[in-house]
């Protein structure tokens, strides 16, 4: 690789608007159906098949697994500092003391399975394999997702301090110890793809990881999600390197980060000592020589390596930045590349932060239930980011819309309550769509009164109503 020094890359993005994005449907959140999408199948998952019957284990049913995970997610909005507590008679929590008995949830929690683990196939060496079925029905939905234009590929730690084999530690981040999930999200905080890290068994494919290196690696294997040109992808130094750029430019993907000079075999580019001098905010550019790769050093209060496959210093803007020998504030001229860098990065970390938030805390050194109550707060923000852009899209006002914390409960509460859609839901007229099971028995309608049996629901309600000739319930059961 070769560089030409301080040619201006063309700029081969325009300016032109996201692609719409296209939903097929309306207002279709507040429901236990998202939960469900991400639910394995009934029969496969939160099965306790092997368990011994112990004296005094009553079997259970996927109504009361439902209400075990309703519980999880409220114990994440309302954080006690001891699980117990929720049940306490002084505390008065309606939705713990009347929905389940207290022994019976730790019992439930420690013994809770989503697969057989005396299945297991004899080649099967996926760390997460416990966790399996819960990650892929949640990449599924994500898989569904339409994208957005400015997209990026970081790290997610699920904080863990057990042992597991594959456990990290990453210095800088709020819980440095724990399982590492590498995500590509939008701009929006959305999750589009991920992938859990589990060192030499991960997906990436052997291909990738000779030809690329690992960190390269991941970003090529989620790059594969993207299959529409003009999309703007961005990661840090930790996965940047030439190739990587090269390989995305052939996929018509624009991708730019920071970049660790010592993998760009000797740019000219100015030295940190010469740049101190230079006025704040000065920037050199390097353009290899096939014109493919840009690489910008922009000095601020320290240097900065930017390498990009689509723009280079372009046109800078300016920031405002403390100056402390002078005492106020500066405009500091900033390259179009670490602006577009600086927009787009933050996914990733919103994504965390809104996990964060309402995280359902387990103290248990059980890596599995870490990761199954993870799957779940991961998948209420990734609806909650849904819902928002569905009561956007219909114009509901802001102060009609649901935060965080409501969403979480209000999913928390469907869970527990039976599985019976809230009536606000039920009523909405929006998306109300009729769908088969696949069950060998019909089920009871649940419209009150009625005693057929059907094997039609509606997929939003997630509710069995009679649809035949001279019965038709679902038509009933949808208006008040
Ligand atoms: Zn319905
Ligand atoms: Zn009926």
């Known amino acids: 690789m070769c560089w030409h020094s301080n040619v201006i890359l063309p700029l081969s993005f325009s300016a032109r608007p996201t692609k719409a994005v296209s939903f097929n449907s309306g207002l279709r959140t507040l429901h236990i159906r998202i939960l469900q999408r991400m639910r394995p199948p009934e029969n496969a998952a939160f099965e306790m098949r092997h368990i011994s019957p112990k004296k005094g284990f009553k079997p259970t049913s996927s109504g009361e697994i439902r209400t075990l995970i309703g519980l999880h997610l409220a114990m994440g909005v309302m954080k006690m500092p001891r ?3 929720y049940w306490e008679a ?9 929905t389940m008995c207290r022994d019976r949830f730790f019992q439930l929690r420690s013994h809770l399975h989503l697969v057989n683990n005396l299945e297991r196939p004899a080649e099967n060496n996926d760390v997460f394999y416990k966790v ?9 939905r994500c898989l569904e997702l339409p994208l957005e234009e400015n997209l990026c590929v970081d790290e997610q ?3 863990f301090r057990g042992s597991l084999s594959v456990k990290q530690y990453v210095k800088g981040k709020p819980h440095p110890w724990g399982v590492k999930i590498y995500f590509l999200c939008g701009k929006s905080g959305m999750a589009y793809d991920f992938l859990l890290h589990q060192g030499a068994t991960m997906e990436v494919s052997e291909q990738f990881k000779t030809q690329l290196g690992l960190g390269a690696g991941v970003v090529y294997h989620l790059s594969q999600r993207i299959t529409e040109a003009d999309h703007k992808l961005h990661f840090d130094n930790y996965f940047m390197t030439y190739n990587l750029l090269e390989l995305l430019a052939e996929k018509e993907i624009h991708a730019a980060g920071t970049a660790r000079v010592c993998r760009f075999a000797n740019p000219p580019l100015q030295s940190d000592k010469v740049m101190a001098k230079m006025p704040r905010g000065s920037c050199d550019e390097a353009v290899s020589c096939d014109g493919k790769v840009a690489l910008v050093k922009w000095f601020d209060s320290r240097s900065v390596v930017m390498a990009s496959n689509f723009v280079g210093v372009g046109t800078m803007d300016e920031v405002l930045r403390w100056d402390e020998k002078q005492g106020r504030f500066l405009n500091v001229s900033r390259p179009e590349v670490v602006k577009l860098y600086n927009e787009a990065m933050v996914g990733v970390d919103l994504l965390n932060q809104l996990v964060s938030l309402y995280r359902t805390e387990i103290r248990s050194r059980k890596w599995t239930l870490r990761m199954i109550t993870h799957a779940f707060d991961l998948a209420v923000v990734n609806s909650w980011l849904e819902y928002r852009l569905d009561a956007k899209r219909a114009n509901l006002q802001t ?3 649901l935060d965080l914390l409501h969403f979480k409960m209000n999913v928390a509460q469907c869970l527990v309550s039976d599985a019976r859609p ?7 007229m929006v998306d109300h769509m009729p769908n088969y099971d696949e069950k060998t028995e019909a089920t009871r309608c649940k419209r009150p009164y009625c005693t057929g049996k059907t094997h039609v ?5 997630n509710i069995h109503l009679c649809f035949v000739p001279h019965r038709n319930c679902f038509k009933a059961a949808h208006r008040k």
């Open 457 to 461: 629901f509606c997929d939003k309600c």
């Open 132 to 140: 399996c079925p819960l990650y892929d029905a949640m990449r599924r």
């Open 157 to 159: 730690m699920v904080p």
């Open 90 to 98: 002084g505390m008065d929590i309606g939705i713990f003391r009347n």
């Open 422 to 428: 809230l009536p606000e839901v039920q009523y909405d």
């Open 83 to 85: 699980v117990s507590m």
């Open 399 to 401: 102060k009609d819309t």
